[in-house]
Each structure stands twice: as structure tokens, then as C-alpha cells.
């Protein structure tokens, strides 16, 4: 521990600046325009990778974007951690809310402002660091293998097709992700479970044009006013989700798992003043961990329709459009729920209008395991660093090619994040911590140690 927090010590100016450098790079994967820039990102990240003493380093090509790929294989009887990781980002719009620009890393307060500075780059950079120091200083205790890929924002497809192909190459222990959250640096968490998620786009038809709202408002149904109905049935009066059957699957807790989930220390006091809110939603009957963790949802991600310009235009729209995506639970099946949405979606589509439903990318749920060694391994790396116990969360978001990862290569995930829920994901604003960059570079040599030790 004491020769980890000596390396950190002495490197840790350059951490930070690779990590901004990282940071600079726009690599949003959802936006052609910013192709240069994802792939300038892919390259920088193997040269950091050879850097710091990885083998074998290779851009893979895919249909999409690069997916990285290096090794460090010690001894063939030492157990091998697989490092998955996304150098993507989200787009940072709206721009005009970042209070400094996404792209330029700016530290306020000891936090780097920056789109990707949790989601994921300050994340996995971690592991690229912490990987440099057990190599500087010989205490290198697993193989390692490092997979970061480009295209986990918009649903990792091309990562499934590479993981099929080289099984043999990706062959490991465990796989060690940090792209999820922990409760506070006073309560250090663990996730042990990701949602599900099954996305749709639908669009609500009306009339063949857009029509003169004073010649034919009243007489012709208004899609947006359908839409806007259709959504609305979606949930009932106890924030219940109505799609028949789309709860078949879902198994209740036990009073035990509630009692355990419900023990994590959270206080909805401060949720509501973060989030600047009254009062919590949700379904009746479950608290907000529940809801969050183990409860299936429905959220409308975007609607639009008609004249949203300056001024005003009276017009009556041919057509109203909206995205909504369900989170999943164990047992619902992403293809399963994409179907039974759109079967309902059209049965209760009113004769004034008609309705396409489309099916985005969706993913699979997945509990990971806490009886493991490699949850012990974190475990104990936690306790070491933090000097606290980590606690055992159920996460709201989803990771999708965790469950892919299990079905294919046969291999676990263990979820090591540090980040925190008010580093702004996704958000304008989003934030990593200086303290728990560094703080994550210390902890993941410990997990290295503590999973060949406790493999033996
Ligand atoms: N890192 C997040 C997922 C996450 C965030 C898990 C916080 C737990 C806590 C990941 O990059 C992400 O944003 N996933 C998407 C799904 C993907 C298919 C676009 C999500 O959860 O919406
Ligand atoms: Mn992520
Ligand atoms: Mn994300």
C-alpha cells in the first residue's frame, strides 16, 4: 500500500494531464461528424496502453468503431482480469448549459468539468494508470487483458460480434469494469447488478400534411394530442406501467433482499433538494432504491411534433414522434419487451391516427454474483483503501455487454466504480473528482493483488 500511494504520489501531475488529454477528444460515437476525433481517441488510447506496458496492442477494426485490445501475460497459472472499459462519450449537447466547454477538462473545486470525465474516460483511464504502476514497480500480481471499445453509448453492437470471434483471445477469470457509481467516498458501494434495457421510437400519423390549425383544428384529430394520450396510458394511477404481460417475468424481492437494499445509506431529503424536486415518483409500494434497483420502468427520452421555431405558427401537424425506452429486471428479456410494447402500442392507437414502432438497441439485465472471490477481491481492496466495507448496490443503469460477456465467454463482471450519481452522466456539467480518480488508481492494484492471493 505504501510503495502504491508512493507512485501515485510522485505521478500524480501527469496522471491528470493524460487524463485531460483524453478528455479533449470529442469522441461522441453517436455523431458521424465527430468520426476523426473517435478515431484519434482509439489510437491514443493503445499508444497509452503500449506506454505503459502492455503487449500485443491492437486497434481492432470493426464495422463501427476501433475496439483496443492489449495483454500483459505473466505466468499462465496466474488468474487473468479482463479490463472492459468505453472510450465513447455522450454528446454534450445542450451546450449552451455547460458552464465551461465539455471538451476543454476544467477543474473547479477539485473536479474535472468535462463530457467523459466519469462516463467513462476518467473511469478506465484509472485502470490504463494503475496498470502502468504495478508494472514501474514490479508488483504486477494477475495476466491482465485490456478491451476498451468506442461504441458503448450507442449499444455496443459491434463489441458483440468481436467477443463471439475471439473467445480464445478474451479467455480470463473475471471481468473488472469501473463505469458505475458508489454510494459516497464515506460509503463505499459496489454494484452487483445492472438494468435491462429494451429502446423504441414511435411515430403517431394524422392527416397526409401539416394542416391550417384554424380551417381544420377541431374537425381533424391533432397527433401530438393523441401521442401525448397514448404515453399518458402507458402508466396508471400507481405509476404502475399498464403493457399487458410486462410484468410476468418480474420476481418480487425477497423480505430479505429489501431489508439488505433498503439498509444502504440513503436520504431522500437530500435526493429531492439535489434534484431541486417537491417530491420523489414512482410506483406505489417501493421505495426509491427499490424503484431504482429492482423495478422495471418506462420513460418517455424525447418527444416532438408540429413548430417548435421562433414565434408562432398555427399549424396542425401530420406528425408526432417520441422516444421511450423501459428499463428491464432479471428474467424480462429486452426482444420480449420490444415486442409487447409494440403490440401494444398499435392495439390502443386510436382509428384517427396510425402508428409505426420502431425497436432501437436494447440490452440485457444482469446480477453479479457477491459469493465470489473476485467480489471478495474487491471487497477487501475496498476495505484497505476506504478502511470501510463496501456495501452491495443494485445499480439503475444498464451496461449491456455485461450480460453478453456472461453468455458468451462464461465470465462474471465485477462492477468497481467510482463515481458518484451527482457527476452529472450524461448531463451537461458532468464531473469526475480529482480525489476519486486517484483514489480509484490506488485501489485497483490492491483488487489485482487480493484476487490472485485469494485465487490460490
Ligand atoms: N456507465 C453507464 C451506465 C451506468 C451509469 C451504470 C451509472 C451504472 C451507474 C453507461 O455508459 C451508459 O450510459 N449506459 C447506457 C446504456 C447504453 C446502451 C446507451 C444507459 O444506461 O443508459
Ligand atoms: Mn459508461
Ligand atoms: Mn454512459
Known sequence: MQEIKKYVEENKQRFLEELFELLRFPSVSADPKYKGDVLK???FVAE????????????CETAGYPIIYGEKIIDAALPTVLIYGHYDVQPADPLELW????FEPTVRDGKIYARGACDDKGQFYMHVKAFELMMKTNTLACNVKFMIEGEEEVGSSNLG?????????LKADVVLISDTSMISMENPSIETGLRG?????????????????GVYGGAVANPITILCKMIASLHDENNHITIPEFYDKVVKLTEDEKKALNSAPFDLEDYKKDLDINAEWGEKGYSTLERTGTRPTLEVN?????????????????????????RLVPHQN????????QKHFESIAPDFVKVKVHAHHGGEPVVTPTDSVAYRAAEKAILTSFGKKPIPTRGGGSIPIVALFEDVLGIKSVLLGFGLDSDALHSPNEKYDIYNYYKGIETLPLFHKYFAELSK
Open 197 to 213: 434495457l429494451a429502446y423504441m421510437e414511435v411515430e403517431v400519423t394524422g392527416p397526409n400534411r401539416d394542416l391550417h390549425s
Open 41 to 43: 481517441t482509439a489510437a
Open 48 to 59: 497509452k496502453l503500449k506506454e505503459a506496458g502492455a503487449d500485443k496492442v491492437e486497434i
Open 334 to 341: 429486452s426482444d420480449e419487451i420490444s415486442a409487447i410494447f
Open 161 to 169: 460480434i468481436f467477443v463471439n470471434a475471439n473467445k480464445e483471445r
Open 99 to 102: 458552464h465551461t466547454p465539455p
Open 302 to 326: 424525447g418527444i416532438w411534433g408540429g413548430y417548435i421555431g421562433e414565434g408562432a405558427k398555427t399549424v396542425l401537424p401530420s406528425k408526432a414522434n417520441a422516444k421511450i425506452s423501459m
